[in-house]
């Protein structure tokens, strides 16, 4: 990771924002682009490198909400059926809803009231993992409950590695305070107001 501020920056806060446009956040991405691309013209270069990457049989680990929107049978076939270990978590569907009402609003321009939101919504987990399962077999798939209680130590991070069996050893580290804060109850109502305005979307992020 490329730092833009201190141990206490948070994402998708004010301080976030101001970090990204200030002087060391624009550092940190022309350092970013710089490395990226050397790293690119690298393997360009060195044949006998690129072929010894490929050879290492190392396992890989991808970790990302975003495979949530994923089709899994378009995957690339890279993702091998039983050498590929798929790793799931669910959550409550109240809380779900919740959570993915707030998220609607606080990252975009969501201006409907949760009533209406609550009734387009219908998590059908099964309907989700029968893709998956299809994909990569249901023996390859671990599904685990998205709640407190029910992670180790409470976090899904160490919730993750237990469930891998990958150790405090392993010389993973990771910020132990949340870099995805969520809004609710009276700032919620408050951020909904402001969807509806013509308040510039630079505004709002700020």
């Not at 990252?107 to 009533?115: H, I, K, L, N, P």
């Not at 804060?181 to 709002?204: A, C, H, M, V, W």
Request: aromatic share 10%; with cysteine; net charge negative.
């Amino acid at each position: 990771y490329l730092s833009i501020g201190d141990k206490s920056l948070v994402g998708h806060t004010v301080e976030f924002t101001e970090a990204a446009c200030s002087e060391k956040g624009f550092d940190a991405l022309i350092l970013a682009i710089k490395l990226l691309s050397l790293t690119a013209l690298e393997l360009y270069q060195n044949v006998d490198l690129l072929e010894e990457i490929k050879d290492i049989d190392l396992p890989v680990l991808l970790s990302s909400e975003g495979f949530q929107k994923v089709n899994p049978l378009e995957l690339p076939e890279i993702f091998v059926q039983g050498s590929t270990r798929i790793i799931i978590y669910i959550r409550e569907q109240v809380d779900y809803l919740a959570a993915s009402y707030s998220q609607e609003v606080h990252e975009g321009r969501a201006t409907r009231s949760y009533q209406s939101y609550a009734g387009s919504f219908s998590p059908d987990y099964a309907k989700f993992l029968e893709p998956w399962e299809e994909r990569f077999g249901q023996q390859n798939i671990t599904v685990r409950i998205f709640g407190k209680t029910d992670l180790k130590n409470g976090d899904v991070i160490s919730d993750f590695m237990h469930v891998l069996n990958i150790g405090d050893d392993a010389g993973f580290s990771y910020p132990k305070v949340s870099s995805n804060p969520s809004i609710g109850g009276n700032l919620l109502y408050f951020k909904r107001l402001l969807n509806q305005t013509s308040i510039s979307d630079e505004l709002l992020r700020q």
